[in-house]
């Protein structure tokens, strides 16, 4: 079974600083796709960024990008130039890229506090 | 719609008691998706609609949950006999199409309370 696994409960970050969040996983698929989901207190789940397996290029949205090693199963998300905005709950997940159900794997989570 | 719409926000109900929870999905978004989000924990899968099929029930975590989707659009999620461990927030998602590299589109989420 998939699992994925965000080893930093909390993290904290000056506001323009950068801050990287881990994020593992284990899987016996070739194909497949990651994600970053931000939840800020409104509770509503916000895709960040998104990186298919098949592709060796990290993925950037803005400020944010994420470094993708395949073979170590290591998906991490890094924000850069920190802003109070980021605050919030952040969240990794796994999904297959075939078979019949699409669902995603999330991690537990890491806790992001942006200092003034 | 615009979004993801889940009804109620928060729901606060005597244990034993049945529990209907609402999800209004993207116009045109064909995959559903419930999860169940406990304190301090991920994002646990609960159900999957895809279009007409039949719907993948493997999270459900005991013949008490149940949920359904009419016309392939509105989704009902219901919890019979409520217990405390039921107490979590509940997450609806959609997605335009069950393959390929998109992410979901969740709502808000129901904060379901067993006291």
């Known amino acids: 079974a998939q699992t994925v696994t965000q080893s930093q409960p909390e993290m904290s970050v000056q506001e323009a600083e950068t801050v990287t969040l881990s994020c593992t996983y284990d899987?016996?698929?070739?194909?497949?796709?990651l994600f970053w989901y931000k939840q800020p207190p409104s509770r509503q789940m916000i895709l960040v960024i998104r990186?298919?397996?098949?592709?060796?290029q990290n993925a950037t949205e803005n400020r944010f990008s994420v470094n993708f090693q395949k073979a170590a199963k290591s998906f991490s998300l890094k924000i850069s130039d920190s802003q109070l905005g980021d605050a919030a709950m952040y969240f990794c997940?796994?999904?297959?890229?075939?078979?019949?159900?699409?669902?995603?794997?999330f991690g537990k989570g890491t806790l992001l506090t942006v200092n003034p | 719609g615009a979004g993801v719409s889940q009804s109620p926000s928060n729901k606060v109900t005597e244990k034993g008691k049945d529990v209907e929870l609402r999800c209004d999905p993207i116009?045109?978004?064909?995959?559903l998706y419930w999860y169940r989000q406990s304190l301090g924990q991920g994002l646990e899968f609960l159900i999957y609609f895809q279009g007409n099929s039949a719907p993948d029930k493997s999270g459900l975590p005991s013949d008490r949950f149940s949920a359904e989707r009419t016309g392939g659009s509105v989704s009902t999620l219901t919890i019979q006999r409520t217990q405390q461990e039921d107490s979590a927030v509940y997450l609806c998602?959609?997605?335009?199409?069950?393959?390929?590299?998109?992410?979901?589109?969740f709502g808000s989420g129901t904060r379901l309370t067993v006291v």
């Open positions: 998602a959609s997605t335009i199409q069950a393959g390929g590299a998109y992410g979901y589109t």
């Open positions: 899987t016996s698929e070739s194909d497949y796709y």
């Open positions: 990186q298919e397996a098949y592709k060796q």
């Open positions: 116009s045109g978004h064909t995959a």
């Open positions: 997940a796994y999904r297959i890229s075939g078979g019949s159900n699409y669902k995603l794997t």
